[in-house]
């Protein structure tokens, strides 16, 4: 078989972006993603797309009508493919066994049963979507049990390693695919198959084969290992705030043993995004299932320490602000994950905003690409709130960043978008409280600049002396 058409079934930030590189790298093959949205369908076949992802429009475009297609007809694009992605959602469970840890594997049995009903002759199906160690034999198991004559199906684990706002990116350019597979020849030749597509782009030596569970495993190990670096850099950045260490200089320090490496520490006010969380939970699980609670204890740490990190942030807030927030003014840049994305699953920000508003303060948020209905969404959900009337009345939602600190006691920055860097905080001073405040929960303002302005400066992992300076002096605060 030489895979001529391709089916992606789940159109989210991982099967869009991820079959319309296919599409642009591939133009002998047709790709055809398929999503049971038709809200999401319909975007994809528009001009403003379901999603924001630096240099995906292009490609999009280029691609769109050509050899990419995106469609509800999960059927008939199913029938025609040679290989079949799954990309759809693995969220954490919220009900029955494993509720709040385990992998909810609803969406992934239901294609597989979809996939078993409809597929007429042979068929790879990849496992695109993250998911616990063995998943691939639940979806052979519910594969097989339903298979007609004539039809056969090979499971292939192929996770996704790309980072939101980088999307294109680290799909263009990846640091490694892997490609699990059955040891059996069909298993190898369906293995082929894969590389093949990747080879039209990724040099062969990044392509990695292995087995199927090692794969599935190597996903999950590596965002445990992501976070916990983050996780560990803010276990640092606390112990600099009581001590007088600056996080920057000793992340820098740490990072350029190259043993240990420069990338992924920076402190901040805590790591989100739809996978961290949800995977490191997963590992936990499945190691307590295994019985090897030394195991899922020590990875439940990484997750514990990300919500000490953003609580400790809020509590920091309302603590300099005199130890109460309720009825003041605070502007909040930046409700997104991190800087260019709209997404806001898992964001810090909503949690560090719930507990502001829980405090009884009056937040006017902008975020550059976040939704207004979004970020509206994300506070009032049952999730973080039995308040919903309550909290629509304190929050704002604004366009222009200007606007957002008229009349505020503070700014808080929980995203990082290169744009705040570039706004004239004078012309925002001047219109704030006194005495005016920032709290950058993402490192990324000049504080030394910030302070000389007049503002009393907090962000994480550094204590500013000159803020008590000015304090003690009768300065401007
Ligand atoms: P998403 O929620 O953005 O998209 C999933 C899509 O699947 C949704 O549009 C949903 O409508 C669709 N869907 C669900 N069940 C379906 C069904 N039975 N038939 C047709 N469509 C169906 O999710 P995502 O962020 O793209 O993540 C997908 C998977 O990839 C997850 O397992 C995730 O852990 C993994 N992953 C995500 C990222 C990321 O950065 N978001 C990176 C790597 C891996
Ligand atoms: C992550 C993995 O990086 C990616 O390989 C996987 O496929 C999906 O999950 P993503 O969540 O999109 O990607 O973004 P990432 O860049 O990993 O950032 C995750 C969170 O950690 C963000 O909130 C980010 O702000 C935070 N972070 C990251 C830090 O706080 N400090 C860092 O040094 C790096």
């Not at 509720?99 to 007429?120: F, S, T």
């Amino acid at each position: 078989m030489v895979v001529k058409n391709v089916c992606c079934i789940g159109a989210g930030y991982v099967g869009g972006p991820t079959c319309s590189v296919i599409a642009w790298k591939c133009p002998d093959i047709r790709v055809h993603v398929v999503d049971k949205s038709e809200m999401r369908i319909k975007q994809w076949n528009s001009d403003k797309l379901p999603i924001y992802e630096p240099g995906l429009e292009d490609v999009v475009r280029e691609c769109r009508g050509r050899n990419l297609f995106f469609s509800n007809n999960i059927e008939t694009a199913i029938k025609d493919a040679d290989l079949i992605f799954i990309s759809v959602n693995t969220p954490t469970k919220t009900y029955g066994i494993g509720k709040g840890r385990a992998a909810d594997l609803k969406h992934i049995e239901m294609c597989a049963r979809k996939i078993a009903e409809v597929a007429e002759g042979d068929k790879i199906v990849v496992e695109k979507s993250t998911v616990p160690v063995r998943a691939a034999e639940s979806i052979t198991h519910i594969l097989s049990a339903n298979t007609k004559p004539g039809v056969s199906f090979q499971i292939l684990s192929n996770p996704e390693f790309l980072a939101e706002g980088t999307a294109i990116e680290n799909l263009l350019n990846p640091d490694r695919v892997l490609i699990g597979g059955e040891e059996s020849e069909a298993g190898a030749a369906a293995v082929a198959e894969l590389t093949w597509i990747y080879n039209h782009w990724v040099p062969s030596e990044k392509i990695i084969t292995l087995s199927t569970w090692s794969s599935e495993l190597s996903k999950l190990a590596s965002n445990a290992f992501l976070a916990q670096r983050v996780s560990s850099i803010n276990a640092i950045s606390a112990l600099c705030e009581a001590t007088g260490a600056d996080v920057t200089q000793v992340a820098s320090a740490v990072g350029q043993d190259s043993r240990i490496g420069s990338k992924f520490l920076t402190a901040s006010v805590g790591f989100g995004g739809s996978c961290f969380q949800k995977d490191l939970l997963n590992l936990v699980y499945i190691a307590e299932c295994v019985n090897l609670p030394e195991v899922a204890m020590y990875w439940q740490q990484v997750t514990d320490m990300n919500v000490y990190q953003r609580t400790r942030f809020a509590k920091r807030i309302v603590e300099c602000l005199f130890n109460t927030v309720t009825d003041k003014t605070l502007a909040v840049f930046g409700f997104a994950f991190k800087k260019n994305t709209g997404d806001t699953r898992e964001s810090p920000a909503i949690y560090v905003c719930s507990h502001l508003l829980e405090e009884g303060a009056r937040l006017n948020i902008y975020d550059p690409k976040v939704e207004r209905s979004q970020i509206e969404y994300d506070l009032t959900s049952a999730a973080v709130t039995n308040e919903p009337e309550r909290i629509k009345k304190l929050v704002q939602i604004f366009d222009d960043p200007y606007e957002v600190v008229k009349d505020a006691h503070a700014i808080v920055v929980l995203t990082e978008w290169d744009e705040f860097k570039t706004y004239d905080f004078k012309k925002m001073h001047e219109v704030m409280k006194k005495p005016a405040f920032v709290f950058d929960g993402r490192k990324i303002l000049d504080h030394e600049a910030l302070i000389k302005l007049g503002f009393h400066t907090e962000t994480i992992g550094k204590r500013f002396t000159r803020n008590c300076l000015l304090r003690s002096s009768g300065g401007d605060l």
